[in-house]
T-cell receptor
Framework: GAVVSQHPSRVICKSGTSVKIECRSLDFQATTMFWYRQFPKKSLMLMAT?????????EQGVEKDKFLINHASLTLSTLTVTSAHPEDSSFYICSAAGVEDEKLFFGSGTQLSVL | LAKTTQPISMDSYEGQEVNITCSHNNIATNDYITWYQQFPSQGPRFIIQGYKTKVTNEVASLFIPADRKSSTLSLPRVSLSDTAVYYCLVASGAGGYNKLIFGAGTRLAVHP
């Protein structure tokens, strides 16, 4: 099946630094990628939808200047958490959709811990 | 966007069949029903997808009645490794994905 690679799997950073998370579709072209955030024992919350070559669409309550999304190619989307603070600590998950079917494929997630 | 409702949690024992039902009363004509499995600290994993009637693959079956207002994921002979959270989702948006909104999911615990 299709594979979505997400890196890094875990990152620890100091407050005030920026962290970039990469999401790659390895064997298919992803026209649309989604970024989710998940707190412990909670469901996934959609943060934003990114389409290749256009600006991301953010869900209500998600700061676009805080969570920068770039979808520069059909196989790569990045999420940058700018000036991270402890409250940004969370599990971030990306997913990608191809053009041929209705399935979404998910990355393995990134656990961000901001000290 | 179709909203889904699932039981918050379920318990089962090894070797039993588990059926998890999901309600999606407002499902649209073009929506597909997809189930995902998630282990702690991992991304969701695709289990099965269907549009109507019954779909079966090597890990599960999906039963969808004619009105499509609900669906049932059936896991045959569960093992301890099936302990996970299971999410039922409906795809919104014709001609492909618009976006997927996750509900609360069902936390399945399989006991020895």
């Amino acid at each position: 099946g299709a594979v979505v690679s997400q890196h890094p799997s875990r990152v620890i950073c100091k407050s005030g630094t920026s962290v970039k998370i990469e999401c790659r579709s390895l064997d298919f072209q992803a026209t649309t990628m989604f970024w989710y955030r998940q707190f412990p024992k909670k469901s996934l919350m959609l943060m934003a939808t990114s389409n290749e070559g256009s600006k991301a669409t953010y869900e209500q309550g998600v700061e676009k200047d805080k969570f920068l999304i770039n979808h520069a190619s059909l196989t790569l989307s990045t999420l940058t958490v700018t000036s991270a603070h402890p409250e940004d600590s969370s599990f971030y998950i990306c997913s990608a959709a191809g053009v041929e079917d209705e399935k979404l494929f998910f990355g393995s997630g990134t656990q961000l811990s901001v000290l | 966007l179709a909203k889904t409702t699932q039981p918050i949690s379920m318990d089962s024992y090894e070797g039993q069949e588990v059926n998890i039902t999901c309600s999606h009363n407002n499902i649209a004509t073009n929506d597909y029903i997809t189930w995902y499995q998630q282990f702690p600290s991992q991304g969701p994993r695709f289990i099965i997808q269907g549009y109507k009637t019954k779909v079966t693959n090597e890990v599960a079956s999906l039963f969808i009645p004619a009105d499509r207002k609900s669906s049932t994921l059936s896991l045959p002979r569960v093992s301890l490794s099936d302990t996970a959270v299971y999410y039922c989702l409906v795809a919104s948006g014709a001609g492909g994905y618009n976006k997927l909104i996750f509900g609360a999911g069902t936390r399945l615990a399989v006991h020895p």
